[in-house]
Nanobody
Framework: QVQVVESGGGLVQPGGSLRLSCAAS????????MRWYRQAPGKERELVAD???????EYVDSVKGRFTISGDFAKNTVYLQMNRLKPEDTAVYYC????????WGQGTQVTVSS
């Protein structure tokens, strides 16, 4: 059975850092892309960053230079290092795994507030 388990969310002050982790298991097909999405209250879910098995990465403009996505495809793990956090980064962050099918984590809350 596929499981996607996230950790690392929490409350942090503006300018602070958090590192989100996502551990996936139970896959029978190879993972091609790992992604982080976020959804702020009252807003649409947006793609924050992704990484492909080939190592390419992409970021939404609002986090470029502050967030770094990394992954270990052999271990089915993906991370999101978030630095210089801003209040507008407050959202539920979701891990997304693409194998041909898609799988979602449960979401982890990130709150940036003083």
């Amino acid at each position: 059975q596929v499981q996607v388990v996230e950790s690392g969310g929490g409350l942090v002050q503006p300018g602070g850092s958090l590192r989100l982790s996502c551990a996936a298991s139970g896959f029978t097909l190879s993972i091609y892309v790992m992604r982080w999405y976020r959804q702020a209250p009252g807003k649409e879910r947006e793609l924050v960053a992704d990484i492909t098995v080939g190592g390419s990465t992409e970021y939404v403009d609002s986090v470029k230079g502050r967030f770094t996505i990394s992954g270990d495809f052999a271990k089915n793990t993906v991370y999101l290092q978030m630095n210089r956090l801003k209040p507008e980064d407050t959202a539920v962050y979701y891990c997304n795994i693409f194998t041909g099918d898609t799988y979602w984590g449960q979401g982890t809350q990130v709150t940036v507030s003083s």
